[in-house]
């Protein structure tokens, strides 16, 4: 979809924290195939038609904007949160991690609307937040 589908597109690039862990930058490969041995059970699946590995058993989650565009977020088999956008026409962003540590799937407020709020529970057991802002970038993780 154009950029005028995410009003601006760019999601926020920046240092966030979730549960403790702080990461830096914006990937654009896919869901994280390794896995550390304490991650080793989790089971991975494909996002059908759009590659990219996530764990099974948090699913996957879709936005749906206004317009009907799409965006899809799962936990990587990393346990970070990543996403992929569609573009007008039909065309799909790179995947991109969203950072954090979750131990739970996506959950979607606000799915329909410009502006969702995305949360998962962290590694500390407490659900954190981000929100999409009307500039199309979001939050950074928080309680």
Same mark, same amino acid.
């Given at each position: 979809? =154009?950029? @005028?589908?995410?009003?601006?597109?760019?999601?926020?690039? =920046?240092?966030?924290?979730?549960?403790?862990?702080?990461?830096?930058?914006?990937?654009?490969?896919?869901?994280?195939?390794?896995?550390?041995?304490?991650?080793?059970?989790?089971?991975?699946?494909?996002?059908?038609? *759009?590659?990219?590995?996530?764990?099974?058993?948090?699913?996957?989650?879709?936005?749906?904007?206004?317009?009907?565009?799409?965006?899809?977020?799962?936990?990587?088999?990393?346990?970070?949160?990543?996403?992929?956008?569609?573009?007008?026409?039909?065309?799909?962003?790179?995947?991109?991690?969203?950072?954090?540590?979750?131990? @739970?799937?996506?959950?979607?407020?606000?799915?329909?609307?410009?502006?969702?709020?995305?949360?998962v529970v962290g590694s500390d057991g407490?659900?954190?937040?981000? *929100?999409?802002?009307?500039?199309? =970038?979001?939050?950074?993780?928080?309680?």
């Amino acid at each position: 979809m =154009s950029a @005028s589908f995410f009003r601006k597109p760019a999601l926020a690039v =920046s240092t966030l924290a979730l549960a403790g862990a702080t990461l830096a930058g914006l990937a654009t490969a896919a869901p994280a195939q390794a896995a550390t041995p304490s991650q080793a059970t989790a089971a991975a699946c494909q996002v059908p038609g *759009h590659g990219g590995s996530y764990i099974c058993e948090y699913g996957i989650a879709w936005q749906t904007f206004p317009n009907g565009g799409k965006q899809v977020f799962v936990v990587g088999t990393d346990f970070s949160v990543w996403t992929r956008y569609g573009f007008e026409g039909g065309d799909w962003s790179n995947w991109e991690s969203m950072g954090g540590v979750a131990r @739970s799937g996506v959950r979607i407020d606000g799915n329909g609307t410009w502006n969702p709020t995305i949360s998962v529970v962290g590694s500390d057991g407490v659900r954190w937040y981000r *929100h999409r802002l009307d500039t199309g =970038s979001w939050t950074g993780w928080s309680k």
